[in-house]
């Protein structure tokens, strides 16, 4: 009985559309993290005299640590923009297709 739960909610087309959407979304947010960390990494090695910049004059902070910084908070900006997402779509779309395929027991 589990087992049948279990095929026909893989089998359903609003299950393949949701797992489709959830990754397309999180292949996304990853080459987009991929992209700006190697594109920080390519920064240190072909233009460090840019990163190591003062901020202002007489300044201890590099542009460099701002950048990496930058990469931080962008990194958990990702995670809470997939958080939202998934709080707010993919989760009730699941609810719901795990509810449709319960009712066929």
């Given at each position: 009985?589990?087992?049948?739960?279990?095929?026909?909610?893989?089998?359903?087309?609003?299950?393949?559309?949701?797992?489709?959407?959830?990754?397309?979304?999180?292949?996304?947010?990853?080459?987009?993290?991929?992209?700006?960390?190697?594109?920080?990494?390519?920064?240190?090695a072909?233009?460090?005299?840019?990163?190591?910049?003062?901020?202002?004059?007489?300044?201890?902070?590099?542009?460099?640590?701002?950048?990496?910084?930058?990469?931080?908070?962008?990194?958990?900006?990702?995670?809470?923009?997939?958080?939202?997402?998934?709080?707010?779509?993919?989760?009730?779309?699941?609810?719901?297709?795990?509810?449709?395929?319960r009712q066929?027991?």
């Open positions: 009985m589990q087992q049948a739960y279990i095929d026909r909610t893989a089998a359903s087309p609003a299950y393949r559309r949701l797992v489709a959407q959830r990754r397309r979304f999180s292949f996304t947010l990853t080459a987009l993290m991929v992209l700006m960390y190697y594109g920080f990494i390519l920064f240190v072909l233009a460090p005299q840019l990163l190591a910049r003062p901020l202002y004059a007489g300044a201890t902070t590099s542009m460099g640590i701002v950048a990496g910084v930058g990469i931080i908070v962008m990194a958990i900006a990702m995670t809470g923009c997939y958080v939202l997402r998934a709080n707010r779509t993919f989760d009730p779309s699941m609810s719901a297709l795990l509810a449709d395929c066929g027991d």
